[in-house]
């Protein structure tokens, strides 16, 4: 298990800069494309755990690329070609300072916040009487903030307008293209026998045309629950069964942690980590459809620095 990649260094031709994100290391080349790799590091709570997860990065970049495809004629997206598993390239697009977040059903932080007695949430109205995981009449935008570092904030449509983070025009776009994005993700799980219980989306600019970016329907940016049985949990109070990144924050709590000031992460096992892993993979093969093919990780980053390279090398 000793070989997830968790840092990455390279310095491929044209590159301006590199940035290393929560999870991803995007690279910059001559101000025009990025190269997003996508690495084993997991986080919760806006924390990165200390250890990797093995094939994760494979799972949520090859999980992105087949729903950047099936969306493409929604809105226009930055993929240009995956030239490794770990690895997307892309248009260089200016970000939206807030990530669209849209929610189906009453879990996760909207239900913390309802359970604390909250009946909005960034500006939508929560009816009386809801219980955990139950289904909204409609989905609600919650947007947030687009942190660099700590916590990603809720903030309301109203407040994104008044602050001047997107313009009207523009943000009527994105709320469109959430919806859209929500339902055509919404479909595709049904046909897999799941349930897209939540999701974010981020989305740049480029030559003044909005562009999706980043990451859609993995297990880091969105939720899953089975559909089958769902009714049935829900009328018993019991807790969803559910394909997402939940488990592991769930595991965090139950070992005393939530990402507070003098916390600490508990020991990642080899076998925490095996069954994180395989539960990555379950998701990939439950939510495509496909068989996950392991890729070779004996000297992964010299594979994803000799692909990239030569896809670069193409492109001029």
Not at 41 to 54: M, N, Q, Y
Not at 189 to 218: M, N, P, Q, R, S
Not at 245 to 257: A, C, D, P, S, T
Request: charged share 30%; hydrophobic share 35%; net charge negative.
């Amino acid at each position: 298990m000793s070989n997830a990649i968790v840092k990455t260094d390279f310095n491929f031709p044209g590159q301006k800069s590199v940035y290393h994100g929560k999870v991803r290391e995007v690279y910059d080349i001559n101000d025009e494309y990025l190269v997003m790799i996508v690495s084993d590091r997991i986080s919760a709570f806006d924390v990165v755990l200390p250890k990797g997860i093995p094939y994760k990065g494979q799972v949520l970049n090859q999980i992105a690329a087949k729903f950047l495809d099936a969306t493409s004629d929604i809105v226009p997206n930055w993929k240009i070609a995956t030239p490794d598993p770990m690895v997307t390239v892309g248009h260089k697009c200016e970000p939206f300072k807030v990530e669209m977040v849209i929610r189906g059903y009453l879990t996760g932080h909207a239900w913390r916040e309802y359970r604390d007695g909250k009946r909005s949430l960034c500006g939508n109205a929560m009816p009386d009487g809801m219980i955990e995981n139950q289904k909204f009449d409609k989905p609600l935008i919650t947007p947030t903030t687009k942190a660099d570092v700590g916590h990603d904030e809720d903030i309301s449509r109203e407040e994104i307008l008044a602050q001047g983070l997107v313009s009207k025009e523009d943000y009527d776009l994105l709320e469109k293209y959430t919806f859209e994005l929500f339902q055509r993700g919404t479909e595709m799980a049904a046909e897999k026998g799941l349930i897209l219980v939540d999701t974010k989306y981020e989305f740049g600019k480029k030559d003044g045309k909005i562009f999706l970016i980043d990451e859609i329907h993995t297990p880091d940016s969105s939720r899953y629950f089975y559909a089958e049985g769902y009714e049935q949990r829900q009328a018993k109070g019991e807790s969803q069964k559910q394909l997402s990144k939940e488990f592991v924050r769930q595991w965090l709590i139950e070992n005393g942690f939530q990402g507070k000031d003098g916390q600490q992460v508990p020991e990642m096992s080899e076998a925490f980590i095996a069954s994180v892993s395989e539960r990555y993979i379950e998701l990939y093969e439950k939510i495509t459809g496909d068989q996950f093919i392991k890729a070779d990780i004996e000297n992964v980053a010299a594979h994803i620095e000799k692909n990239v390279t030569d896809y670069i090398n193409s492109m001029k």
